[in-house]
Every structure is written in C-alpha cells, then in structure tokens.
C-alpha cells in the first residue's frame, strides 16, 4: 500500500515536470512569436518561466534522488565489503539530511521574508511561489532519506542497493557489450573454433 502511494507520488511529480516544461515552451515561444511578429507579447511570460524553470529544477531533484540518477563516483564504494558499502550508504544519507536540514532552514527563512513581497509582473507573492520550492523540495528528499536509512538499518537493502550511483544508460550498454564480447572470446578455443 505504502509502495503504492510513494509510486503514485512520484508518477504525479513527473507528470507535473512535464507541464512545468510544456508551460514554458508554450510561454517563451509564444513571446516570441508575439514579439516579432506582432510587436507585442505576454507581459507575464518571463516571470512565469522563471518560476517554472526553479520549480521544475527542484521537482526533478527529487525525482532523480528517488532514482539515484545524481552525479557521483562509485569507483571506491563500490570495491568494499558489504559492512562498508553499508557503512557509507548510511553515512551519506546522515550527511544529506544534514544538508537538507539546512536547506529547508534557508528556505523557510527565505519564505517568510519574502512573502509580503510582490514579483513585479504577476503581483503573486514571491515567498509562496519563488522560495517555497525549497521547502517542498526539502520535505520529499528527507522522506527519500530517512526511508533510505531505515531500509539500510532494517537490512531490507541488498548489497548492489547500497551503491547510490546508478550508471548512466550509455556506460551500461558498453558495459553489456563489453562482457558479451569477453563471454564470447572466452567460449572460443585457441585456434578461434568453438569447442
């Protein structure tokens, strides 16, 4: 049920990035249009996109953290036993909740300065829709985190899961061809005829 719901969430997210990008397309494009050709434009359209674009950068943040799609290297971690892959995964999440914790700090701090202050163009309230991101953001990843470490201390995580970077597709299929190629050479006998 759980699952459920979290994969919900996240299908819901992903759907919202999507209309977070079509929204500007249609915006910025539409400006321009209006612009050059008819030597006017949508006078919101610059701050829209503006806020779409910060909201859509934080929306995907999760999403990718959600997927460990986020750069790193796992050139060291990944070489260690299974009590130091499990030791490192916890201490990164501990050190990302920290850093989420600040975060939302400055967020909230952010907000609440910013909330009587009105964006020139739309006359919305900068703190609820320019720095709230940040809290939202904030909440989502500390949920991902803290659901991170329970798993991790629970032990419901296997090894290959500890490893937080996920390759990206292009070193993956290289990878696959590279270990077809080698299974191949290896079945082949000296003389280059299968045995």
Known sequence: MITH??????????????GCLALMVVLVFGNVVLRYAFNSGITV???LSRWLFVWLTFVGAIVALRDHA??????IVSRLP???KKACFIV???LMLY????????????TIINL????????????????????????SAAGLLLRNLWQAASGKLAEQ?????RESEDDAEVERIYAQSGDAAESRSPNGTKP
């Open 5 to 18: 719901v979290v994969n919900s969430y996240f299908r819901l997210l992903r759907f919202f990035i999507a």
């Open 45 to 47: 359209s610059e701050e």
């Open 70 to 75: 986020h750069l790193g290297m796992d050139s």
């Open 82 to 84: 299974p009590w130091g």
């Open 92 to 94: 990164s999440n501990v």
């Open 99 to 110: 850093c989420v914790y600040l975060f939302f700090a400055g967020s909230w701090a952010q």
């Open 116 to 139: 009587d202050n009105q964006a020139p163009a739309t006359g919305l309230s900068q703190g609820w829709f320019y720095y709230s991101v940040g809290i939202f953001f904030c909440i």
């Open 161 to 165: 899961d500890l490893v937080q970077v």
